[in-house]
């Protein structure tokens, strides 16, 4: 019973946030979607809870990175491809279709928000359902890759693997000698998912298009981050700059606690099950 109190408490104080701050920037991290399923990459201390994500360096120049990236996809994005909207997920598409939503900035690759109904959407980290091709730049869908890699490989399907976040997996004692590569079909160029990685800069017109919508609004609430990423942060950096108030919903501390004007430490989609009827 304590337990729910408290949420319901939570819930009324994230409630009145948005109440009093219509025009509402929403920045989401990993914690928004783990219950739907995904993992997230941090504890409660904001400590990595398994190896770092693959570096983009790292991916372009060495072919046993990208045969260790796409051995370990290959096992996981299936539970992505799964994955559906949580609470947290519908709230914000409702938040948005009542006109108290003016952007909603992930740093997710799921493609969630977008299921759950949310239209004014940036992906700032891309979105891992289409693979891209470095050298001629054309796009396919990541499913039609996922047949080409299990066809491929089908060996690795036996693998009992630990899913990671954003379609990754474990097996790290699996051998990938024998794991073969699918190439571009246009030109044999290096296939990549479409999605920003650690090491790679994110596309200046999404961070041009969220810093506009922040100089527009008179809130940032974030949720489910802890924004130890530049890429996430510097949203909280420049709210503070315009003289916005700041919320987060976070299990753990966040890179901006020091700046918060709310900070509720409560599972992402559990906190909004509560607002979702009278968002």
Not at 32 to 40: L, Q, R, Y
Not at 90 to 95: I, Y
Not at 195 to 224: I, K, M, Y
Not at 252 to 272: F, N, Q, V, W, Y
């Amino acid at each position: 019973m304590e337990q729910e109190l408290d949420v319901a408490l939570a819930a009324e104080q994230l409630g009145a946030f948005v109440q009093q701050h219509p025009r509402l920037v929403v920045l989401t991290g990993a914690g928004c979607s783990t219950e739907s399923g995904i993992p997230d990459y941090r504890d409660a201390g904001g400590a990595w809870k398994r190896p770092p994500p693959v570096q983009f360096q790292d991916f372009m120049r060495s072919d046993h990175a990208r045969r260790r990236y796409w051995a370990r996809s290959m096992l996981g994005y299936p539970l992505m491809a799964a994955a559906q909207p949580n609470a947290a997920h519908r709230w914000l598409a409702a938040l948005e279709a009542r006109q108290q939503l003016t952007l909603l900035i992930t740093q997710n690759v799921d493609g969630l928000h977008q299921q759950a109904g949310s239209r004014s959407v940036i992906d700032l980290h891309g979105r891992i359902h289409q693979v891209l091709c470095t050298a001629c730049g054309v796009r396919l869908s990541r499913d039609l890759l996922q047949h080409r890699l299990e066809s491929l490989n089908p060996w690795l399907r036996r693998v009992d693997a630990e899913i990671g976040p954003d379609g990754d997996a474990d097996i790290e004692d699996v051998p990938l000698d024998a794991f073969r590569l699918p190439r571009c079909d246009v030109c044999g160029g290096v296939l990549k998912p479409d999605v920003v990685f650690f090491g790679e800069n994110v596309p200046r017109p999404r961070v041009e298009q969220a810093f506009t919508a922040l100089r527009g609004a008179d809130a940032l609430l974030v949720l489910g981050s802890s924004l130890k990423v530049f890429s996430g942060y510097r949203f909280c950096r420049e709210a503070e700059r315009l003289g916005l108030p700041i919320a987060a919903v976070n299990l753990g501390a966040t890179r901006a606690d020091a700046s918060l004007s709310l900070k509720i430490e409560a599972p992402c989609a559990a906190l909004c099950e509560a607002l979702v009827g009278r968002a």
